[in-house]
């Protein structure tokens, strides 16, 4: 169950409704694509460029939030936008909800333009994003997304994520063993989405039995809480589920001297990379670092004039073991704990590895 389709009563003072439905997207607007024939079209006051754009980053303890944050510098620089911007700023509050209040109230009173957010909290934040919007500042919401309907959401479908993850591990291995659920930021909505989409697949074969531990989003973290779970099991595990920190649980495994088992997890060069080398069966679903990027096309779109659906669905891209190629889906020079989603085609959104990793922000 999907949290919102905005209703007509609960859009924000600065967004204005349009048509309703998918007919009026031809195929080339696969980038700005309509969560469902119900979403609602909005606008926004057009202006005149350039314009002050502001990213509002929580949690920075992870590769994918780096490069998240990188890619929007990247992005900020190109020749075809970088004419657009007056200034473009990048704060991280942590995963601190209070701190990213402050951040957000600064950039308020700073009076830009617009603000692409990733929250510590799907509903903490929703007030101050409130009272921006109600200033004039179009939100536009990302990853751990915000459920006031006066912002922007883009997206990908985290609960669909979590049930492809847990059906592929479900066929692997055999519909009975133990699974162990590497989870993300307790609270977060991604993680929270994540596990109930896995957790509605495991739910119905009683055979599987589930440990969950909490991994953070990190390769580093991901490797201590799989040891410790090894260690007190005993035993190995028949299947991983995991939102991220593949690379770190293959080395728990192996330092503890257990067969690594199927995984379905997230992007990371290593998780990719080892699959490749030893044809592990894995199901590799990325959240794009690009989603940053993706969000300031949005930003400056509707700034410039043009509609948008309120609530912008992003592809969950799908890769298997006999999927890989290196140098498309992972990479050659690159840290195991880098994650490799960070291209987005239908938005023209291509970037370098190597130039994410340079970026100093």
């Given at each position: 169950m999907r949290r919102r389709d905005f209703l007509a009563s609960g859009v924000g003072a600065g967004l204005l409704l349009s048509s309703v439905g998918r007919q009026v997207w031809a195929a080339e607007d696969a980038c700005f694509a309509p969560w469902s024939s119900s979403t609602k079209m909005v606008s926004w006051a057009k202006k005149a460029p350039p314009y002050r754009i502001a990213l509002s980053n929580s949690y920075i303890g992870n590769m994918w939030r780096t490069e998240m944050v990188n890619i929007a510098k990247l992005y900020s620089e190109r020749k075809e936008v970088k004419p657009l911007l007056k200034h473009f700023q990048i704060s991280s509050a942590g995963n601190d909800v209070s701190a990213q209040i402050a951040q957000l109230n600064q950039m308020i009173l700073g009076g830009v333009d617009a603000i692409v957010v990733d929250a510590a909290s799907p509903t903490g934040l929703n007030s101050t994003i409130n009272r921006a919007v109600d200033a004039g500042i179009l939100v536009v919401s990302i990853d751990n997304v915000v459920t006031t309907d006066k912002a922007i959401v883009l997206e990908q479908d985290e609960t669909e994520m979590g049930r492809l993850w847990a059906e592929f591990i479900v066929e692997k291995m055999g519909h009975k063993g133990r699974v162990l659920m590497v989870r993300g930021v307790a609270g977060t909505t991604d993680d929270t989405e994540r596990t109930d989409g896995g957790k509605s697949v495991f739910s119905k074969y009683p055979d599987i039995k589930i440990t969950e531990v909490y991994g953070r989003w990190d390769s580093g973290t991901a490797q201590k809480v799989t040891a410790d779970a090894l260690a007190a099991a005993g035993a190995g595990f028949d299947g991983v589920w995991s939102q991220g920190g593949d690379d770190g649980i293959i080395r728990a495994f192996e330092a503890a001297g257990y067969k690594v088992p199927p995984i379905a997890g997230e992007a990371e060069n290593g998780f990719r990379s080892y699959a490749a080398e030893h044809k592990l069966p894995i199901l590799s679903i990325g959240q794009s670092a690009a989603g940053s990027a993706?969000?300031?096309?949005?930003?400056?779109?509707?700034?410039?004039?043009?509609?948008?659906?309120?609530?912008?669905?992003a592809t969950n891209v799908q890769v298997r073991t006999e999927d890989l190629k290196e140098g498309q889906n992972y990479y050659k020079g690159v840290p195991d704990s880098f994650f490799c989603g960070i291209n987005i085609p239908s938005c023209g959104l291509e970037f370098n590895a190597h130039d994410i990793l340079s970026v100093k922000v």
């Open positions: 993706h969000a300031m096309k949005v930003a400056l779109a509707m700034l410039q004039g043009q509609k948008m659906p309120q609530h912008i669905k």
